[in-house]
């Protein structure tokens, strides 16, 4: 089963304007953490945004934050004031934290491409 | 700037090659994590290391090989190279083993 599900195939937004980037998650385990990051043209990956499963709050980072519905199993990273400089490839991550603490790798979502207009 | 490090950023090679991808951590983090970015796979884990130990395994190939030397950098040696290996190589590090990941620039490997 996938872990980490992104259905939007592609997004486009208006300079200025804010933009949801759906992410929705599946495990068992109780403790894990969920992150997105960034990945324009040129490749390299930007960590935008950490929420842990036991954060009360949604996280906030600037412009970025994370809509976090535990229930719902989703992690949606909102992006205010959009700027013509977001548009990359966002993909939505998750850590799943073992008790043995073995493993800590990440599993990625497929990724989501954010077009912003002027 | 990540402050994760990756050499070379470009590859290219011929089937059957063997070649190896460089990485040094941000400075004092303790665990190296290698991930492979394919059009067909997407982003899938390959190896962690912590400080100096392997920690886990994810799908890497028996060809593909990785240590972490006593200065903390890393290196995956990949081997017997196919060309369904083309793709982006990353790099991540992180204090411990449940912090946030940084990554690399990425060594984009091309096998002709």
């Known amino acids: 089963a996938q872990k980490i599900t992104q259905t939007q195939p592609g997004m486009f937004v208006q300079e200025k304007e804010a933009v949801t980037l759906d992410c929705t998650y599946d495990?068992?385990?109780?403790?894990?953490?969920l992150f997105w990051y960034k990945q324009p043209s040129s490749g390299e990956m930007i960590f935008l945004i950490y929420?842990?499963?036991?954060?009360?709050q949604n996280a906030t980072e600037g412009r970025y934050s994370l809509n976090f519905q535990k229930a719902r199993k989703s992690a949606n990273l909102v992006i205010s004031a959009s700027q013509l400089g977001d548009s990359a490839m966002y993909f939505c991550a998750m850590r799943e934290d073992t008790i043995t603490g073995a493993n800590s790798k990440l599993t990625f979502g497929k990724g989501i491409t954010l077009s912003v207009r002027p | 700037d990540s402050g994760v490090t990756q050499t070379p950023k470009h590859l290219i090679t011929a089937t059957g090659q063997r070649v190896t991808l460089r990485c040094s951590p941000r400075?004092?983090?303790?665990?190296v994590y290698w991930y492979q970015q394919s059009l067909d796979q997407g982003l899938q884990f390959l190896i962690q290391?912590?400080?100096?130990?392997?920690?886990a395994k994810g799908n890497i190939l028996e060809r593909f090989s990785a240590q972490q030397f006593p200065d903390l950098h890393s290196e995956l040696n990949l081997s017997s190279l196919e060309l369904g290996d083309s793709a982006l190589y990353f790099c991540?590090?992180?204090?411990?083993?449940?912090?946030?990941?940084?990554f690399g620039p990425g060594t984009r490997l091309t096998v002709l």
């Open positions: 495990t068992s385990d109780p403790s894990y953490g």
């Open positions: 929420q842990g499963s036991y954060d009360q």
């Open positions: 400075s004092g983090d303790l665990s």
């Open positions: 290391y912590y400080n100096g130990e392997e920690r």
């Open positions: 991540a590090s992180g204090p411990l083993a449940f912090d946030t990941q940084y």
